[in-house]
Every structure is written in structure tokens, then in C-alpha cells.
């Protein structure tokens, strides 16, 4: 079982550009804590490399189904999820000099002659999943149970009901009209 974000670069010549697609299971979970793809996931990769001489340049879209709840009303969410990557990657640690290069950052390098896109994927995953998902976030509506923002359903008449935030105050009420 091979690594789709692990892509062989070793054969595309110097000036050239090539487009790679690959598949399999996905090697970590990337996205948010209540909306990610899972590891194992079948993911698909399409990459577009570039080869610079010194490094490769890599624009990458990565889709896999993610696994989540919606935030409002809890219903299951599976939408297909797409990350995209733009990253050089180095032929050796010394491609990048200059006022480029980070104090402490280390570059993205090839390493027996393939790229391996996987902090990436999660990092770029990290920054543009919602951390709140709602059903409305992937086109469909939430479940008619779903409480109002104050806690009360609409079928429920309003003035009947307490406001639930208050409920913990009723025992002083009480305290004081036995007083």
C-alpha cells in the first residue's frame, strides 16, 4: 500500500512539467477537530511538478470525504473535502539563501527522490477547515428539531417556557417567597 502524498519527482527532467495523480488511503487525519478526513480515507491526489533544476515546484490538490457533525443541530456530516498545495521543494538544503531563508525554518526537501506533501495537506487543512460546520456550510438544511439559539425549539411557545439560562435562579425565587 503506497503513500499519496509521498510522489515520485525522480524522472521528470530539469525544465520540465508533469502531472501526477495518485490514490490510496489516507497516511493522517487532516482538518478540524469536528470536521476532518480521517486516516485511511481513500484520497485522491493531482499534482502538477515542475522541475526548477535546483527544486521542485509543487501545485497539488488533494480531495477526500470528511467525517463530521454539524454544530447546530448534530447531524452527520460527509462532504467531500478539497486542501490545494503550492510549495518548493529543494534539491539539496542549500536552495534557498538570502533574506528567503528563515532563521530556524527548515526548507521542504526531496529526499530519495520523491516529495512528501503531508504536514502540508494538514496544515492547509488546519487553516481553512470551519472549526463550527453547519449543515447550511455544504448546502442543506438542518434537522426541524434544531433548538433556537436560546435553547427553546420553535414549536414551543416562548412565554411558557423559561428561558433555560435563568432555571438556576428559580430556587432563590422560591427561597424568597417562603420567607
Known amino acids: 500500500m503506497s503513500n499519496p502524498f509521498v510522489i515520485h519527482v525522480g524522472d521528470i527532467a530539469s525544465g520540465a512539467s508533469e502531472t501526477i495523480n495518485t490514490t490510496g488511503p489516507s497516511p493522517v487525519r487532516w482538518g478540524a477537530q469536528m470536521l476532518a478526513v480521517e486516516e485511511n480515507t481513500p484520497v485522491s491526489v493531482t499534482a502538477t511538478i515542475n522541475n526548477l533544476g535546483e527544486a521542485f515546484m509543487v501545485n497539488a490538490e488533494v480531495d477526500g470525504e470528511a467525517t463530521g457533525t454539524c454544530a447546530r443541530c448534530l ?3 460527509n462532504p467531500e473535502f478539497t486542501v490545494r498545495v503550492n510549495e518548493v521543494f529543494g534539491a539539496n538544503p542549500d536552495f534557498i539563501e538570502g533574506d528567503e531563508a528563515e532563521e ?13 506533501i503531508s504536514q502540508l495537506v494538514i496544515d492547509e487543512a488546519g487553516l481553512n477547515t470551519p472549526f463550527s460546520p453547519t449543515c447550511e456550510t455544504y448546502g442543506t438544511a438542518c434537522q426541524e428539531s434544531t433548538p433556537e439559539p436560546d435553547g427553546i425549539s420553535e414549536d414551543v411557545e416562548a412565554e411558557d417556557t423559561p428561558d433555560p439560562r435563568w432555571a438556576g435562579l428559580e430556587k432563590f425565587k422560591l427561597q424568597e417567597d417562603e420567607q
Open 104 to 116: 530556524g525554518e527548515e526548507p521542504n526537501l526531496v529526499e530519495d527522490n520523491a516529495i512528501d
Open 75 to 77: 447531524q452527520p456530516l
